[in-house]
Protein backbone atom coordinates (compact mmCIF):
# COMPACT_ATOMS: atom_id res chain seq x y z
CA UNK A 1 0.00 0.00 0.00
CA UNK A 2 0.95 3.52 -0.99
CA UNK A 3 0.69 6.40 1.55
CA UNK A 4 1.75 9.56 0.75
CA UNK A 5 1.88 12.67 3.40
CA UNK A 6 1.46 15.87 1.91
CA UNK A 7 2.10 18.72 4.65
CA UNK A 8 1.27 22.41 2.80
CA UNK A 9 2.55 25.37 5.73
CA UNK A 10 1.48 29.33 5.41
CA UNK A 11 1.76 31.64 8.04
CA UNK A 12 -2.08 31.55 7.81
CA UNK A 13 -2.88 27.70 8.17
CA UNK A 14 -1.03 23.90 8.25
CA UNK A 15 -2.73 21.43 6.17
CA UNK A 16 -1.52 18.03 6.61
CA UNK A 17 -3.67 15.50 4.64
CA UNK A 18 -2.68 11.72 4.19
CA UNK A 19 -3.44 10.13 0.88
CA UNK A 20 -3.52 6.06 0.63
CA UNK A 21 -3.81 4.88 -2.96
CA UNK A 22 -5.02 8.02 -4.10
CA UNK A 23 -7.86 8.73 -1.97
CA UNK A 24 -7.69 11.25 1.22
CA UNK A 25 -7.78 9.34 4.26
CA UNK A 26 -7.35 12.23 7.01
CA UNK A 27 -6.88 15.82 6.60
CA UNK A 28 -5.83 18.51 9.72
CA UNK A 29 -5.83 22.00 9.19
CA UNK A 30 -5.18 24.54 11.44
CA UNK A 31 -5.56 27.77 11.04
CA UNK A 32 -3.84 29.97 13.87
CA UNK A 33 -3.58 33.15 12.64
CA UNK A 34 -7.31 33.29 11.66
CA UNK A 35 -8.76 32.21 14.99
CA UNK A 36 -6.49 34.65 16.88
CA UNK A 37 -7.70 37.50 14.70
CA UNK A 38 -11.29 36.55 15.20
CA UNK A 39 -10.44 36.92 19.07
CA UNK A 40 -8.57 40.21 18.59
CA UNK A 41 -11.76 41.37 16.50
CA UNK A 42 -13.66 40.87 19.55
CA UNK A 43 -11.52 41.94 21.72
CA UNK A 44 -10.99 45.40 20.28
CA UNK A 45 -14.99 45.64 19.57
CA UNK A 46 -15.52 45.82 23.24
CA UNK A 47 -13.39 48.79 24.40
CA UNK A 48 -13.35 52.07 23.74
CA UNK A 49 -12.52 54.21 20.88
CA UNK A 50 -9.20 54.90 21.15
CA UNK A 51 -8.44 52.91 24.51
CA UNK A 52 -5.77 50.33 24.94
CA UNK A 53 -5.26 46.80 24.57
CA UNK A 54 -4.05 45.26 27.44
CA UNK A 55 -0.84 43.75 27.81
CA UNK A 56 -2.04 40.59 29.21
CA UNK A 57 -4.68 39.90 26.62
CA UNK A 58 -2.15 40.53 23.84
CA UNK A 59 0.16 37.90 25.36
CA UNK A 60 -2.83 35.58 25.43
CA UNK A 61 -3.36 36.20 21.72
CA UNK A 62 0.10 35.01 21.25
CA UNK A 63 1.02 32.83 23.76
CA UNK A 64 -2.56 31.08 23.38
CA UNK A 65 -3.85 31.27 19.97
CA UNK A 66 -0.23 32.03 18.13
CA UNK A 67 -1.26 34.82 17.09
CA UNK A 68 2.32 37.33 16.85
CA UNK A 69 2.52 40.62 19.16
CA UNK A 70 3.28 42.74 15.67
CA UNK A 71 0.37 41.89 13.74
CA UNK A 72 -1.71 42.72 17.14
CA UNK A 73 -0.32 45.55 17.83
CA UNK A 74 -0.66 46.65 13.84
CA UNK A 75 -4.29 45.48 13.67
CA UNK A 76 -4.88 47.74 16.75
CA UNK A 77 -3.08 50.57 15.10
CA UNK A 78 -4.91 50.28 11.85
CA UNK A 79 -8.50 50.87 13.90
CA UNK A 80 -7.40 53.15 16.03
CA UNK A 81 -6.44 51.52 19.35
CA UNK A 82 -2.54 50.73 20.84
CA UNK A 83 -1.78 47.91 22.68
CA UNK A 84 0.18 48.54 26.16
CA UNK A 85 3.49 46.84 25.17
CA UNK A 86 5.02 47.29 28.73
CA UNK A 87 2.75 45.28 29.92
CA UNK A 88 2.72 42.45 27.21
CA UNK A 89 6.30 42.00 28.19
CA UNK A 90 5.93 41.94 31.64
CA UNK A 91 3.03 39.03 30.92
CA UNK A 92 5.92 37.04 28.65
CA UNK A 93 8.40 37.35 31.82
CA UNK A 94 5.78 36.30 34.12
CA UNK A 95 4.82 33.31 31.75
CA UNK A 96 8.26 32.29 31.47
CA UNK A 97 9.11 32.08 34.93
CA UNK A 98 6.11 30.22 35.56
CA UNK A 99 6.59 27.63 33.22
CA UNK A 100 9.94 27.29 34.25
CA UNK A 101 11.73 28.80 31.66
CA UNK A 102 15.17 27.76 31.12
CA UNK A 103 14.19 25.28 33.52
CA UNK A 104 15.39 21.73 33.10
CA UNK A 105 12.52 19.73 33.53
CA UNK A 106 12.49 16.08 33.60
CA UNK A 107 15.47 13.66 33.60
CA UNK A 108 15.57 13.04 29.88
CA UNK A 109 18.41 14.59 28.41
CA UNK A 110 16.69 15.56 25.03
CA UNK A 111 20.04 15.84 23.59
CA UNK A 112 21.57 12.64 24.18
CA UNK A 113 17.73 11.24 22.84
CA UNK A 114 17.96 12.71 19.38
CA UNK A 115 22.12 11.91 18.99
CA UNK A 116 20.64 8.27 19.95
CA UNK A 117 18.11 8.13 17.56
CA UNK A 118 20.20 9.81 14.87
CA UNK A 119 23.23 6.92 15.86
CA UNK A 120 19.87 4.65 15.53
CA UNK A 121 19.29 5.58 12.13
CA UNK A 122 22.56 5.71 10.69
CA UNK A 123 22.90 2.06 12.05
CA UNK A 124 19.89 1.07 10.09
CA UNK A 125 20.84 2.78 6.99
CA UNK A 126 17.89 4.77 7.13
CA UNK A 127 19.98 8.00 6.94
CA UNK A 128 23.60 7.95 4.86
CA UNK A 129 26.84 8.83 7.65
CA UNK A 130 26.08 12.67 7.62
CA UNK A 131 22.25 12.37 8.92
CA UNK A 132 19.81 14.51 7.41
CA UNK A 133 20.96 16.03 3.76
CA UNK A 134 20.60 19.46 4.34
CA UNK A 135 20.06 21.89 1.21
CA UNK A 136 18.88 25.14 1.94
CA UNK A 137 19.65 26.72 -1.67
CA UNK A 138 17.36 24.29 -3.74
CA UNK A 139 13.69 24.40 -4.11
CA UNK A 140 11.67 24.87 -1.08
CA UNK A 141 9.24 21.77 -2.89
CA UNK A 142 11.19 17.98 -2.94
CA UNK A 143 10.52 14.59 -2.02
CA UNK A 144 11.76 13.59 1.14
CA UNK A 145 11.43 10.21 2.84
CA UNK A 146 10.29 10.10 6.28
CA UNK A 147 12.60 7.92 7.80
CA UNK A 148 11.02 8.22 11.68
CA UNK A 149 8.05 9.58 13.32
CA UNK A 150 8.67 10.29 17.18
CA UNK A 151 6.37 10.73 19.77
CA UNK A 152 6.52 11.40 23.21
CA UNK A 153 10.51 11.05 22.57
CA UNK A 154 10.54 7.76 21.30
CA UNK A 155 10.36 6.30 18.21
CA UNK A 156 7.25 4.82 16.56
CA UNK A 157 5.23 3.57 13.56
CA UNK A 158 2.10 4.98 13.89
CA UNK A 159 0.26 7.62 15.56
CA UNK A 160 -3.81 8.55 15.98
CA UNK A 161 -5.18 12.06 14.69
CA UNK A 162 -4.03 14.63 17.27
CA UNK A 163 -0.75 13.34 18.61
CA UNK A 164 1.81 15.93 18.57
CA UNK A 165 4.78 14.03 16.81
CA UNK A 166 8.38 15.01 15.64
CA UNK A 167 8.91 13.99 11.90
CA UNK A 168 12.39 12.95 10.70
CA UNK A 169 13.35 13.12 7.07
CA UNK A 170 16.22 12.26 5.29
CA UNK A 171 16.23 16.04 3.66
CA UNK A 172 15.31 19.38 4.14
CA UNK A 173 15.87 22.65 3.01
CA UNK A 174 15.36 24.13 6.94
CA UNK A 175 17.53 24.15 9.78
CA UNK A 176 18.12 21.32 11.06
CA UNK A 177 16.72 21.87 14.84
CA UNK A 178 13.56 21.97 15.97
CA UNK A 179 11.03 24.90 15.47
CA UNK A 180 11.52 25.21 11.05
CA UNK A 181 8.69 25.88 8.94
CA UNK A 182 7.98 23.40 6.39
CA UNK A 183 6.39 24.34 2.97
CA UNK A 184 4.27 22.36 0.22
CA UNK A 185 6.62 19.23 1.37
CA UNK A 186 5.41 16.20 -0.17
CA UNK A 187 6.54 12.68 2.07
CA UNK A 188 6.10 9.14 0.81
CA UNK A 189 6.15 6.08 2.99
CA UNK A 190 5.65 2.87 1.60
CA UNK A 191 3.93 0.11 4.46
CA UNK A 192 4.43 -3.71 3.67
Known amino acids: MQEDILI?????????????????????VERTLERGLVELDQLLSALPAGSALSGERAFFLKGTLGLPFEVTRDVAQERGYTVNEADFIEAERLHGLASGGDQPMGTIDMGELYSATLTDLKSKGALGASGVQ???????????RLVAILHNGQAVDRVV????????????????????????????????
Not at 137 to 144: G, K, L, P, Q, T
Not at 176 to 187: C, D, I, L, P, Q
Open 8 to 28: NWSPQETRVAIVENGAVQELH
Open 134 to 144: YDPYSSMERDA
Open 161 to 192: VGDRVEVILDQTPFYVESGGKWSKARHKRAHP
